[in-house]
């Protein structure tokens, strides 16, 4: 097709969409009192043309699948999605404007918030799913672990605790050597899941000193962990520049395709459902299109429902979309091998796991204050954050960057439009955007969300109270 018919066909599209909005909006107006206020409550887009920016990874699926679906143009938005090269230059072309938003790290709204790096205000109105992640080892290491590992059945019983890789740290010390491990960002889930496996089995992952001009976080380390983009990981590990890493899938599952990794634990086990992947945007883009923002929101939440409908049924479909090379482009077997219930360890070690990729289930949508806050309790505990601050900071914090009325503002026009049923919403519905107590993390250590300063002292390495290096 021609780019003009090409065009013409989209204009005539879009003509046709709007229509059909108005009607049904008309429709729902005039045949019940109860849908006039929600119905004319949430305007038109006041902005339909967007480009979102993604990097290539399982987790960036409902983006995806609002686009297959229709869900974007069933709000009236035309939207492009482009992956990038890494997670700094998505971050820069978002807060540039060449990006309306984008698939997130998590902790990447909160430190440019927070001036870590660039100063600018970054929003989340929507999470985009729980785990998703996993440490991976290679060959070389995994042998040297495995003396050290319990057995079960004739197999390595998991989760593996880091504890079975500090006498291999050990040995490299010994012989004067650095023992080099990766993740995709100092910001990132992965870096303080990669951070907190290792501690929880006594290796401290070192230290960060922005204060001193300092950013490698590596003072005081037994393990030094540097910057790999994911799709990359897999190589730099089988070239020997590192020895594992953290990353999320599908490149995990792609060592243990190529038969040069082994993946020894998943996030789900360091922490049960942690928050991973946000959506983020500029706050003045909220603001100057606040219509826009909901109607995005509504699209990605129709998105994350359909990935987790009927016990994951959607999911080989959802698989085959992302195997293509504009998503992720890895081979469907590998996408397959997490996304659809399961996990291999070692090769032909497939384990059930139901709930390694969450995009709806257990509120995985809702933007929870206690989870960015959770971030940074990470980010003070490594020395992200060089000064202590009070626990009303930490809150204060959370609120200018997690979004939840925006959230709920779009679950209300879903409710009203008939899409979703209230009751599939009640927790999000009387929550304070506090998860409260949770205690499944790996090392039995509880986090209160209210007290970031006390969960950060319970912590046995780590800066604690007034410390600073």
């Not at 097709?1 to 909006?25: D, G, I, Q, Y």
Request: net charge neutral; glycine share 8%.
């Amino acid at each position: 097709m021609s780019l003009s018919k090409n065009l013409e066909s989209t204009n005539t599209r879009r003509h046709f969409l709007k229509k059909t909005a108005l009607a049904v909006t008309t429709v729902l107006a005039m045949s019940s009192g109860a849908f006039v206020s929600s119905a004319y409550a949430l305007g038109a887009a006041e902005k339909e043309d967007l480009k979102f920016g993604f990097i290539k990874l399982t987790d960036m699926a409902p983006l995806a699948i609002a686009y297959e679906k229709g869900y974007f143009e069933d709000e009236g938005l035309y939207v492009q999605l482009e992956a990038q090269a890494n997670w700094k230059v998505l971050l820069d072309r978002v807060i540039d404007g060449q990006l309306d938003g984008a698939h997130m790290l998590a902790g990447q709204p909160i430190a440019a918030t927070m001036g870590y790096g660039t100063k600018a205000n970054i929003i989340t109105p929507i999470s985009m799913d729980l785990n998703g992640n996993a440490i991976t080892v290679s060959n070389k290491t995994w042998e040297a672990m495995k003396p050290h590992v319990a057995m079960e059945d004739g197999k390595p019983k998991h989760p593996i605790s880091a504890s079975a890789l500090k006498p291999v740290v050990e040995s490299y010390k010994d012989a004067g050597k650095p023992f080099k491990m990766g993740m995709v960002f100092p910001v990132s889930t992965h870096n303080y899941e990669l951070r907190y496996w290792l501690a929880a089995g006594g290796l401290n992952p070192g230290f960060y000193a922005p204060h001193k001009g300092d950013t490698s976080g590596t003072l005081n380390a037994d393990v030094q962990l540097s910057v790999t983009p994911p799709p990359q990981m897999p190589a730099t590990m089988e070239a020997g520049t590192i020895e594992g890493y953290c990353v999320g899938e599908p490149w995990n599952q792609q060592a243990v395709f190529k038969g040069i990794g082994v993946p020894v634990i998943s996030d789900n086990s360091i922490q049960k459902n942690n928050p991973e992947k946000v959506f983020g945007l500029r706050e003045d883009f909220y603001e100057q299109y606040p219509n826009t923002t909901i109607r995005v929101v509504k699209a990605m939440i129709r998105a994350a429902h359909w990935l987790d409908a009927e016990n994951n049924k959607n999911r080989p479909a959802a698989v085959k979309i992302l195997s293509q090379p504009n998503y992720v482009g890895a081979d469907y077997k590998v996408i397959a091998n997490s996304m659809t219930g399961t996990f291999e360890y070692e090769k032909g070690d497939k384990r059930s796991e139901p709930d390694f990729n969450v995009f709806f289930r257990y509120n995985a949508t809702y933007p929870y204050y206690s989870d960015a806050i959770w971030y940074m309790t990470q980010m003070r505990r490594w020395g992200q954050i060089s000064e202590a601050q009070t626990d009303s900071w930490y809150k204060d914090m959370a609120k200018k960057v997690y979004r939840p009325d925006i959230y709920k503002q779009a679950v209300d026009e879903l409710i009203a439009d008939g899409t979703f049923k209230a009751s599939e919403f009640a927790e999000v519905a009387k929550t304070d955007g506090f998860r409260g107590v949770q205690d499944d993390f790996m090392d039995g250590i509880p986090y209160d969300g209210s007290k970031p300063n006390a969960y950060i002292d319970s912590m046995v390495i780590g800066i604690k109270g007034d410390k600073k290096l």
